[in-house]
């Protein structure tokens, strides 16, 4: 298996920030996954880069950024409910007959 530690921490960041449900601020991220600040804001520079975060200057939070919905769209039209691990969001989440989390 390769490990590839820039990969895997900047997913976190994603997720954690798709957990929380709300934007975060760079040292909240940083505490939140036991990362060194200096990790979090390189990652959180490049991420900015490819619009996977945005940064909110008013309060210093980052959040999700349109990267992620292009490619959860994506996701969607390529994929059917069943086809969707535990725990992520199916095709129609408004579909409440579907076995969503």
């Given at each position: 298996m390769?490990?590839?530690?820039?990969?895997?921490?900047?997913?976190a960041i994603?997720?954690?920030?798709a957990?929380?449900?709300?934007?975060?601020?760079?040292?909240?991220?940083?505490?939140e996954?036991?990362?060194?600040?200096?990790?979090?804001?390189h990652?959180?520079?490049?991420m900015?880069t490819?619009k996977a975060?945005e940064?909110?200057?008013?309060?210093?939070?980052?959040?999700?950024?349109?990267?992620?919905?292009?490619?959860?769209?994506?996701?969607?039209r390529?994929h059917?409910?069943?086809?969707a691990?535990?725990?992520?969001?199916?095709a129609?989440p408004?579909?409440?007959?579907?076995?969503?989390p």
């Amino acid at each position: 298996m390769t490990n590839v530690p820039a990969l895997r921490n900047g997913l976190a960041i994603l997720r954690t920030l798709a957990e929380k449900q709300r934007p975060m601020s760079a040292a909240a991220l940083a505490n939140e996954l036991g990362l060194p600040r200096s990790t979090t804001d390189h990652l959180l520079a490049e991420m900015r880069t490819a619009k996977a975060i945005e940064h909110h200057k008013t309060d210093q939070k980052w959040a999700l950024g349109p990267l992620l919905a292009l490619l959860g769209e994506a996701y969607r039209r390529t994929h059917t409910p069943t086809d969707a691990p535990a725990g992520v969001v199916p095709a129609d989440p408004c579909n409440t007959r579907s076995s969503a989390p």
